[in-house]
């Protein structure tokens, strides 16, 4: 003999298993060069990074960042912030699959190579990638222990000040 309770749990219909959650495709297609820019130098990079080095594959489907691997591994900021950055995930996911690089930028134009007097302290500097030969013609010389050009006495800058210099006749004292 079987309950009412029973019967009625028997007679309920197999509950199917639940579809996934699907996301909506990102449209990559109205992405600008600056758009690809910017989420190359935001946190997106990073984001991705740090998802595979906990095991976890990135991929672009159908417009839609998807990860595989461990999944579960991912703590739930991290996940967090994987839905927040979902748009610069898919284009730099994009600009990985399609090699785009952002157009250098401009060089700043540098100085040309001088050597400077501080005028505060009367020490001499090299400013920019001065010949070496120029250097030596002036009586610089290359310091092995320092790793550098050394202006000739008294000009470095490790040399002392002249406050320091040893003056003929009586002292200040």
Known sequence: MVSLAMKAWLDEPVCEKPTPPTSSAI??????DADRAEALAGVAPALIRDAEWAGVRMELRDGVPTAFGD??????????NLRTHRRAI???????????????????PSAPPEIV????TGKLRLVGDVDPQRLRDEGWTWSRRRNRWMAPY????????????????????
Not at 71 to 80: C, F, I, K, T
Not at 117 to 120: A, G, I, R, S
Not at 157 to 172: H, K, L
């Open 71 to 80: 999944v579960p591994a991912l703590d739930r900021e991290a996940v967090d």
């Open 27 to 32: 449209d990559l297609s109205d992405v600008t």
């Open 90 to 108: 898919a284009i730099v996911l994009d600009c990985y699959a399609t090699g785009w690089e952002p157009a250098p930028a401009m060089p700043f």
């Open 117 to 120: 007097t501080d005028p505060k």
């Open 154 to 173: 008294p000009y470095d800058v490790d040399d002392p000040p002249p406050s320091m210099f040893v003056r003929e006749g009586p002292g200040p004292w």
